[in-house]
């Protein structure tokens, strides 16, 4: 059997902070996909149509984590304006450096339910 190996070619790199974010998982396979799909500028632009076949989840699972992660200020979303054929959602993913990203990152939101019981 191979062991693994570092690979050289086709993969994306994520920064090691990522983990100390507390993200659940779907907000950590959507930010990971934008990573991936991001260009020079670090923006990308699948739509939702895409990313759910991709990813696996659906629609409305993305419009809910894409929120929070823009809430805690990962990403940006800027809604398509124009008239042309295809209007997909520009993401701009903003840097783990950025304290903001950090602001509260311990709070859990729990549909209304108290964050301790006592």
């Known amino acids: 059997m191979k062991k693994w190996k ?3 070619k086709n993969f994306y790199m994520m ?5 100390s974010l507390n993200l659940d998982p779907f907000e950590f396979m959507i930010l990971s996909y934008l ?4 260009n020079g500028e670090s923006e990308c632009w699948p739509s939702y149509k895409t990313m ?3 990813l696996g989840i659906s629609v409305s699972t993305l419009e ?3 929120a929070k ?3 805690r200020k990962l990403i940006s979303v800027r809604k398509y304006t124009g008239s042309g ?3 997909n959602n520009v993401y701009t993913l903003w840097s783990l450096e950025n304290p903001e990203v950090y602001q509260n990152h311990d709070a859990v939101e729990t ?3 108290p964050l301790s019981i006592t």
């Open 85 to 87: 054929k295809h209007r």
């Open 35 to 38: 990573v991936r799909r991001m």
């Open 69 to 71: 992660l823009e809430k």
């Open 64 to 66: 809910d984590r894409i």
């Open 111 to 113: 549909d209304g339910l």
């Open 6 to 8: 570092k690979p050289t």
């Open 15 to 19: 920064p090691n902070d990522v983990f």
């Open 52 to 54: 759910s076949m991709d």
